[in-house]
């Protein structure tokens, strides 16, 4: 959800106010999830009668009734019921028709500051004449509108924590004493599990002989509180809301959910991510061994053409290890092959131009972020056409500019090699003329990664790869 202020420049706001609309903002999930509703909040477009949706969610628990998404739009006629509350400054209760013929029933609650209506903030829900609300759903709804209360009363209800109805998630209602007056069938369930086997209703939660701290400190603090409390073998988040009515604390609605296999799947998944980010440090570290041995061998060699094909190979191993050290820090499945094109350029600045050439590489634009088998492929392009510029492109030559472009198109990484070299010979072909760099080119990019490979001389040499960097199709 994008932040209230991103809004400012349209809205005749300061930057407290904008604040005090975003605050609220950071409630409506829970309350929409709570009141079967969709929560939107409106702001007046500054010297207009328009008004903007600076705020909107839909709840998790029913059907949404707006089923397009409405945040950022700009709307000349909303609901009757947004204008009279904002011109108002009080609670409007209204019915109107969707164009499918749905009827919704809205309550519109102006946000104020002092007596100045900032924005209106609306609950709407389908109008279902053969819903009978079960007691749990009451008690949701009550709750919902106890936070409406303390919203339209000027009063910041103060959750700052994210805010989910879950089918687990159970529901307690506290009174100021720290007695339990309502618990939902799913929060009775997790106290079981947690050991509690008496009827919470009616008990202090200082009785039930768990960690009830977090009720009791929005309680005394009188400020949205959430903690993760692990005891008797579960994980136990439970969030707690004070509910204030004329500077008082009325009562508490407290969220409880059980996560504890969420959060033993979440350690097997370090377990499991730091394992492969093990793996991947290792595999860098044996080619990068096997690189300095090529490295060592090739100084041996008497003939130069040997030595090239060494430095050729430790290029193309230090490519792949290039990628396997930025899958050791990040455990992700997916690169950045902007950072694996950069790494690229400084190997190979550094391992194959000689010292009496002043031959610039830069890299421009963003390849985005990709698959780590097919990052591995397109290192070994990158490197191979880089490397075969470098020998061939400035020959007789002891400066030259090399240029990495990376473009995304959707789904399609395009990347273009260009050089301001000498070019390729006229009537050059790189299935019958290539040297073995080019080969292993073409074999990746059109075989193995079913992409498209344009090779061009002109004033230099352009070499265009586009690869599809998502799904199997090719282009």
């Known amino acids: 959800m994008k932040s209230v202020g991103s809004y400012r420049k349209i809205l005749n706001l300061t930057g407290q106010q904008v604040k005090k609309i975003d605050s609220v903002s950071r409630n409506i999930q829970l309350i929409a999830d709570l009141s079967y509703s969709d929560i939107i909040i409106y702001c007046a477009v500054k010297e207009s009668s328009y008004f903007v949706v600076v705020a909107a969610a839909k709840p998790n628990t029913t059907v949404s009734v707006r089923p397009d998404n409405v945040l950022g739009q700009i709307f000349k006629n909303p609901p009757m019921a947004v204008v009279k509350a904002f011109n108002e400054g009080k609670r409007v209760e209204d019915q109107y028709g969707m164009p499918d013929g749905t009827q919704v029933k809205i309550r519109a609650v102006p946000i104020k500051e002092k007596d100045r209506v900032l924005a209106v903030m609306t609950s709407e829900r389908r109008v279902l004449d053969d819903w009978r609300p079960s007691e749990m759903e009451q008690m949701y709804m009550g709750a919902a509108d106890d936070l409406i209360q303390m919203i339209e009363d000027g009063v910041d209800v103060g959750i700052d924590f994210p805010t989910s109805k879950e089918a687990g998630d159970g529901l307690l209602r506290v009174d100021p004493n720290g007695v339990i007056t309502y618990a939902s069938p799913n929060a009775v369930t997790i106290y079981r599990r947690l050991g509690v086997e008496d009827t919470l209703i009616g008990r202090s939660v200082n009785d039930i002989g768990l960690d009830e701290n977090t009720i009791l400190s929005a309680i005394e603090d009188r400020k949205a509180i959430r903690r993760e409390v692990t005891e008797k073998g579960m994980t136990v988040i439970k969030r707690a809301i004070p509910l204030i009515k004329e500077n008082h604390v009325k009562g508490i609605v407290a969220i409880i959910r059980d996560v504890t296999d969420v959060w033993a799947r979440e350690q097997q998944l370090k377990i499991k991510e730091a394992t492969i980010r093990e793996i991947h440090h290792r595999v860098k570290n044996n ?42 820090q990040s455990g992700s499945g997916t690169l950045d092959f902007r950072e694996i094109a950069a790494n ?86 790189i299935l019958q003329n290539s040297n073995l760099g080019l080969q292993i080119v073409h074999t990746l990019v059109v075989d193995e990664l079913r992409g498209n490979l344009d090779i061009h001389s002109n004033n ?11 799904g199997l199709a090719s282009i």
């Open 344 to 429: 690229i350029t400084c190997m190979i600045k550094s391992g194959l131009i000689q010292p009496d050439k002043e031959i610039k590489i830069n890299v421009e634009g963003m390849g985005g972020e990709i698959p780590s088998p097919i990052a591995t492929s397109l290192a070994l392009v990158l490197t191979e056409l880089v490397q075969n510029a470098v020998k061939h492109a400035f020959t007789g030559r002891a400066t030259g500019n090399i240029v990495i472009n990376l473009e995304r198109q959707d789904n399609v990484l395009v990347m273009t090699i260009s050089d301001d070299g000498i070019g390729l010979p006229k009537g050059f072909d």
């Open 460 to 470: 230099g040499t352009r070499v265009t790869v586009r690869v599809l960097v998502e």
């Open 287 to 328: 080619l990068q061994t096997i690189a300095s041995l090529l490295r060592l061998q090739s100084r041996r060699m008497t003939s130069p053409e040997a030595t090239q094909a060494l430095l050729e190979s430790v290029g193309r191993i230090s490519s792949i290890a290039a990628v396997h050290e930025i899958l050791s």
